[in-house]
C-alpha cells in the first residue's frame, strides 16, 4: 500500500515535468522574430545585358537578310583561302586607308576652326585709333628722340650754358618742344584698318625726302615695325 501511494504520488510530477519540458521549444520558437519573405537578387544588369544582346542579334538578322548583305556573304562562301585571304587584305587596306581620310579631315577642320577662333581674337583686340597719338608720342619721347637729339644739336657749348642755368631741366622742355613741332607736321598718321590689326604710316622727314616710320597695331598696343 506505502508503495502505491509513493508511485502515485511520483507520476503526477513526471507529467508536470515532461509538459513543462515540452512547452520550454513551443515558447521559443514563438519568441523568435518572423521571418520575412526571401529577397530576389537585383535583375536590372542582367534585363539591361539581355536587351543590348537582343539588340545586337536583331540587327545582325537584318543586316544578313539583305540582298546587298546575302550576295557578298555567298560570294565570300565560293571564294578559296587564297581569295579570302586576299580579300581580307585589301578590304583592311581600304579601311584602314577611310580611317586616315577622316583623320586628316578631323586634322584640317581642327586647323580652320584654330585659324577662325583666333582671328576672331585678334580683331577683337585690334587697337582703337585714337590710341596711336599717345603710344607715338611715348616713342618719339623715350626712344627716338634720344638718338637724334645729338644730330639736332648744333650749339652745343650754349646748349650746355642754359642747361647749366636750368638745372638740366631744359632736355625735357626740348624733347617736349620738339615733339609738338614734329607732331604739327606728321600727324595725323595714315591709318590702315586689315580688320585683324592695324598699320601707321608715319613721316618723319620731308615731302621732298621722306623717311616713313610704320606702327603695327595688335593686341591693344602700337609697335613699330621690324625693319
Partial sequence: QAIRTLRACSEPKK?????????????????????????????????ALATQQGALSGLWEQASRHPA???????????????????????????????VSLLSALYTLAMWLCVLFGGAYLASKSPPQNSFE???????????????????????????????????????LEASATYTFWASRCLPADISDWLLFKIARVNLGTQASPTTVTFIGVLNCWMISPR
Fill in 69 to 99: 548583305s546575302a550576295a557578298a556573304l555567298q560570294q565570300w562562301q565560293r571564294l578559296p583561302q587564297g581569295g579570302k585571304l586576299l580579300a581580307g587584305l585589301i578590304g583592311g587596306i581600304a579601311t584602314f586607308s577611310i580611317l
Fill in 134 to 172: 599717345p603710344a607715338f608720342q611715348k616713342w618719339f619721347l623715350d626712344d627716338y628722340y634720344p638718338n637724334v637729339a645729338p644730330k639736332l644739336q648744333q650749339l652745343r657749348s650754349i646748349h650746355r650754358v642754359i642747361d647749366q642755368w636750368f638745372g638740366g631741366k631744359t632736355r625735357s
Fill in 15 to 47: 507529467k508536470t515535468h515532461t509538459s513543462s519540458s515540452l512547452a520550454m521549444p513551443t515558447a521559443s520558437a514563438s519568441s523568435r522574430p518572423p521571418r520575412g519573405p526571401p529577397q530576389a537578387a537585383p535583375q536590372g544588369s542582367a534585363s
